[in-house]
């Protein structure tokens, strides 16, 4: 259980900063972080740092992807939690 709750803590936290990195570079008109990778990172875990960065950074929330794509990833995140905790006793 320990090291779920660390890998959870380290991609959300990855993706918060993700999204704030590449906020940063759209407004510096810089190489930007693929979207591919921000959603791999909600995917692997990480959709409610992702979705925190959404809008904190107010980053990719008129995008139709994003807004409804990071919320269904985070119940997925949230349903392979639960299945993981009460299924396999982690």
Same mark, same amino acid.
């Given at each position: 259980?320990?090291? %779920?709750?660390?890998? *959870?803590? =380290?991609?959300?936290?990855?993706?918060?900063?993700?999204?704030? /990195?590449?906020?940063?570079?759209? +407004?510096?008109?810089?190489?930007r972080?693929?979207?591919?990778?921000l959603?791999?990172?909600?995917? %692997?875990?990480?959709? *409610?740092? =992702?979705?925190?960065g959404?809008?904190?950074?107010?980053?990719? /929330?008129?995008?139709?992807?994003? +807004?409804?794509?990071?919320?269904?990833?985070?119940?997925?995140?949230?349903?392979?939690?639960?299945?993981?905790?009460?299924? *396999?006793?982690?």
């Amino acid at each position: 259980m320990q090291w %779920l709750t660390v890998i *959870l803590a =380290v991609m959300n936290i990855a993706g918060f900063i993700m999204m704030g /990195t590449d906020k940063k570079r759209a +407004r510096n008109q810089e190489w930007r972080i693929p979207e591919t990778n921000l959603f791999g990172a909600a995917f %692997l875990g990480g959709a *409610l740092g =992702v979705l925190a960065g959404m809008k904190v950074f107010r980053h990719k /929330t008129q995008h139709l992807s994003f +807004r409804y794509g990071i919320p269904a990833l985070l119940v997925f995140n949230i349903a392979v939690v639960y299945y993981m905790v009460s299924k *396999l006793g982690m």
